[in-house]
């Protein structure tokens, strides 16, 4: 079974702060992807990576970057996090063999900036 | 750009029944890939069905099946025989076969059951 692991169920930080939130899969994805999360809006692709220090923009990356050093691991970076960033992330990954094959996500990290 | 329209924030339905909820794609693409997903309360997406654009027959995972109107762009998910565990966010999103390789979510539809 594919195994998406996200570092934090639950974070608290300030405004103002570098936020760090990581990801790492077990089944040698190619694909990684983070998403965002609100009530009302579903999922909303911020950043993804089909690499190694391959990454691209999402529809929503304005306050965001990631880093790819590794293929298990995917990292979402909030240079200085701003409450309006208060939300459900959402890490997944995928292999791009076939697109019949679903996107395998992590549990979630529920983020509240105060 | 791709778009998904689910146009059912909440529904309810009695255990046992059957309930459809709806989910209207839009793309230029000739080929594309369905899912649904279902979040409990706890927060995962567990990945329930596929739908692809070519195939001819309509998806089915046990309680789950997909009704996949090509020409009207619909793929509404059906759930026959509901159970209380049932009862979570239903998250139908597309992925088009070129291009890039990110699902593209509806805005979800609460489902409960009740008994």
């Known amino acids: 079974d594919v195994k998406v692991t996200q570092s934090s169920r639950y974070l608290v930080k300030r405004t103002g702060e570098k936020v760090f939130l990581e990801c790492v899969q077990d089944?040698?994805?190619?694909?990684m992807f983070w998403y965002r999360q609100d009530p009302g809006l579903g999922l909303r692709l911020i950043y993804f990576?089909?690499?190694?220090?391959?990454?691209e923009k999402g529809d929503i990356p304005e306050g965001y970057s990631v880093s790819r050093e590794k293929k298990e691991r995917f990292s979402l970076i909030l240079e200085s996090a701003s409450t309006n960033q208060t939300s459900m992330y959402l890490c997944?990954?995928?292999?791009?063999?076939?697109?019949?094959?679903?996107?395998?996500f992590g549990d979630g990290t529920r983020l509240s900036i105060l | 750009a791709q778009k998904i329209t689910q146009t059912q924030p909440g529904m309810f339905v009695q255990e046992k029944e059957a309930v459809t909820l709806d989910c209207t794609y839009d793309?230029?693409?000739?080929?594309?890939?369905l899912f649904w997903y279902k979040q409990p309360s706890s927060g995962e997406m567990i990945f329930l069905i596929y739908?692809?654009?070519?195939?001819?027959q309509n998806a089915t995972e046990g309680r789950y099946s997909l009704n996949f109107q090509k020409a009207r762009k619909s793929a509404n998910l059906v759930i026959s025989a509901s159970q209380l565990g049932d009862s979570a966010m239903y998250f139908c999103?597309?992925?088009?076969?070129?291009?890039?390789?990110?699902?593209?979510f509806g805005s979800g539809t609460r489902l409960q059951v009740q008994p």
């Open positions: 739908q692809g654009s070519y195939d001819q």
């Open positions: 999103a597309m992925i088009l076969d070129t291009g890039r390789r990110a699902l593209t």
């Open positions: 089944m040698d994805h190619e694909n």
């Open positions: 793309t230029s693409d000739p080929s594309y890939g």
């Open positions: 990576s089909y690499d190694v220090k391959m990454k």
């Open positions: 997944a990954s995928s292999s791009p063999r076939n697109s019949n094959q679903p996107q395998h």
